[in-house]
């Protein structure tokens, strides 16, 4: 008597391979984290004061912005500047000077501002503001 060994039929085993999918996945997250803006976070919390003719004024590497907080603290780069500090950074009339002010500031703080950058013979300073909402 012969034996058979009992044959298995020969099926193959239908699975799907993951990894190349994972690996595009994992390369688009790295392209994205690579080629994506990282932005500075605003830290500072400035409720901006009205006005009926704001424009938009644009940001760019020219611009130096100043930002003054209720407490009459002025930040440039998110670390604290006094105001004698103030007149080294206010080198060049070719830079843009923007001043983000929080309108709870004291109006005599700000005329103190001003006066360094008039000394320092800057024409044009500019103040961010909200557009005032007109009521009809």
Do not use: W
Not at 25 to 34: H, M, P, Q, S
Not at 55 to 62: A, G, P, T
Not at 78 to 86: A, F, H, P, Q, T
């Amino acid at each position: 008597m012969h034996l058979k060994k009992s044959q298995k039929p020969n099926k193959t085993l239908e699975m799907v391979n993951l990894i190349p999918m994972i690996n595009l996945i994992f390369l688009l997250l790295i392209f994205f984290l690579l080629t994506g803006v990282i932005s500075k976070k605003d830290s500072s919390d400035i409720n901006r004061p009205e006005s009926e003719f704001a424009n938009e004024v644009e940001i760019d590497s020219q611009s130096i912005v100043f930002t003054i907080n209720k407490n009459n603290e002025i930040l440039y780069e998110n670390k604290s500047v006094n105001i004698e500090e103030l007149s080294n950074f206010i080198q060049s009339k070719n830079k843009k000077y923007i001043l983000d002010l929080d309108k709870e500031s004291s109006i005599h703080f700000f005329n103190r501002i001003i006066k360094e950058f008039k000394e320092k013979d800057i024409k044009k300073l500019f103040v961010k503001v909200i557009e005032k909402e007109n009521d009809k």
